[in-house]
């Protein structure tokens, strides 16, 4: 990646997906759209909700939307898996390997695009939300931090089903 700025906002991303996956690993996939007593989500929103969210703060924020897009995060998906849906709405209408596909795609086209990022690109102003700074490297951050904030939320779900904790 050509500069530190991009390279540290990619690092925080990785890192984040590093947790996510990590607390997916040991969930068996029928047990995905299971909403244990207490909680009105499941694994299946979350990943799919993280997968929407990666491609609305790295990529659309940073660049618009693309024709192409529509291969990597179908229309259905960004209704489904938006601030505000809910996960009951989505319950069996996608698979586990669906979704991780959604999510490995759209983040390695993140990758592919974050190499080619400059400092005066990452400058350039933003809406909410972002973290830091309005700016688009803001909106990079905050895809990170997100990302981990949904790892929690798999988290919890992973310890309602009587999982032990990872950390």
Request: include cysteine; glycine fraction near 8%.
């Amino acid at each position: 990646m050509p500069n530190s700025r991009c390279q540290d906002a990619w690092s925080q991303i990785q890192s984040a997906r590093a947790y996510t996956l990590a607390m997916i690993e040991d969930v068996d996939r029928e047990e995905w759209y299971t909403m244990p007593p207490g909680l009105e989500t499941h694994v299946a929103w979350q990943i799919g909700h993280v997968a929407m969210a990666e491609y609305g703060l790295a990529l659309f924020r940073r660049r618009g939307r693309r024709d192409e897009d529509r291969s990597l995060l179908p229309g259905s998906f960004r209704r489904d898996f938006a601030k505000g849906s809910t996960p009951a709405e989505v319950s069996g209408k996608y698979s586990a390997e669906q979704l991780l596909e959604v999510l490995s795609n759209i983040h390695t086209q993140v990758e592919r695009e974050l190499a080619e990022c400059s400092d005066e690109e990452l400058q350039q102003p933003v809406d909410m939300p972002f973290a830091g700074q309005p700016t688009k490297l803001g909106a990079l951050w905050f895809c990170a931090h997100h990302e981990m904030l949904h790892a929690g939320q798999i988290g919890l779900i992973r310890r309602a089903m009587g999982k032990q904790p990872l950390r």
